[in-house]
Each structure stands twice: as C-alpha cells, then as structure tokens.
C-alpha cells in the first residue's frame, strides 16, 4: 500500500489496479471495518481518475455498486462518501 501511495502521486495510471485490488479484497472481508476502508479506498481511486481528466472513475463506482448492491453496509458507506 505504501508503495501504491507514492506511485500515485507521479504515476496515478500505474496506482489505480493496485488501489482496485487491495478495494475488492477489503470488501471480500465482509466486515463493517473494511467497508469503510474500502469505500474510503475507492474515494482515493475516483481521485486519482480525475487526476488524469478520466470519466473512468464514475463507472468504477458504479460497478462497485452493481457487483456489491447486497452489501448493505458497503452501500451505505459509499453514500456516506457520496459515491
């Protein structure tokens, strides 16, 4: 993860499958906790699409919500964050 941070801030393309890994592995858990990791995970992803001037980002969320909509609680967090 340290490593992904610092690639972002230069390489932002090279950070995002990195971020999109460790997101979907935080809502494997399947625990409260790591939703909101996770959401918050996906916040810093939507950062870093627009960073490169991507619409990318908003879909990202969206198959986020579609793959995810039975996890309540993850929903829940994404509204939280307004995604």
Known sequence: MRLARLRAETHPAEAIPVYER??????????????????????????????????AGRAYVERLRTTHKRKRNFMAELQRRGL
Do not use: N
């Not at 909101?36 to 916040?43: D, F, I």
């Open 22 to 55: 460790l997101t979907e592995s935080k809502i494997s858990l399947m625990k409260t906790d790591a939703y909101a990791e996770a959401a918050g995970l996906a916040v810093q992803i939507m950062k870093l699409y627009d960073r490169l001037g991507r619409e």
